[in-house]
């Protein structure tokens, strides 16, 4: 009964917060009326400064979902970096010396690199941009990570700092200094507006590339032994 009488104030707000959440939806259902949004994206596209036009929505329309969800993956790195031991950034149990790993490695590595590259600098006009671009790159980072290569930069330290959090700063950065120079937060003067957005993908490849490598990298490693086939668990 004790617990349950604990667990009350809980229950209570998360009812509240469900029921505000379900009240505000329903509000937008009821009180938007129809727009025909890739109409309405067509006809501003050339004011974005990109030709694509989900990078358009995501960097420039929407910037400011994207923005958040920066932070969110900025959080979750932090987080993963904080609860893992150090012995598993500075000397991870997965590294091998497999002779076959290092061969694909010397081939795949050049070839993954060239290839986040290029998704970068699609994304303006083409499928990519910084998303595809920093998933290519992480998933370099643990193929040189599994085959033993050193990474420094996953160390705790100000390299680890800057490579998690830059991203999301320049972006905020950016933000910031439209809103002063008299427009709106994240309104980019259409000048501008190319440009700025590849420095933005450029920074946020880098900053997803770090989160990514750096979540696999803090993961716990079972060392438990497998119980044999038939034996007891």
Not at 25 to 46: F, K, Y
Not at 54 to 74: M, P, W
Not at 188 to 198: D, G, H, N, R
């Amino acid at each position: 009964m004790k617990r349950i009488l604990t667990l009350l104030p809980a229950t209570a707000v998360c009812l509240a917060f469900v029921s505000g959440l379900a009240y505000s939806i329903w509000q937008i259902a009821i009180t938007t009326t129809s727009v025909d949004l890739p109409g309405l994206l067509g006809e501003n596209l050339d004011q974005s400064g990109v030709e694509n036009p989900v990078t358009a929505v995501l960097l420039n329309f929407r910037s400011y979902d994207t923005l958040l969800e920066i932070g969110v993956l900025v959080i979750a790195g932090i987080a993963g970096i904080s609860v893992a031991r150090t012995s598993s950034l500075e000397d991870p149990e997965l590294r091998t010396s497999d002779t076959l790993l290092y061969a694909l490695q010397r081939w795949l590595i050049p070839l993954m690199l060239l290839l986040a590259g290029y998704l970068l600098w699609a994304g303006s006009d083409r499928p990519g941009g910084a998303f595809q671009a920093g998933a290519v790159l992480a998933a370099s980072g643990v193929l040189m990570r599994l085959g033993g290569i050193p990474m420094d930069f996953l160390r705790p330290g100000i390299m680890l700092r800057l490579g998690l959090s830059l991203g999301f700063a320049v972006f905020l950065l950016v933000a910031v200094t439209s809103a002063l120079h008299g427009g709106e937060f994240l309104a980019y003067p259409p000048e501008l507006a190319k440009t700025l957005i590849v420095v933005i993908e450029t920074v946020l490849t880098l900053s997803i590339a770090m989160v990514l490598l750096a979540l696999f990298v803090s993961a716990p490693v079972n060392n438990a032994e497998e119980p044999e086939e038939g034996g007891s668990g």
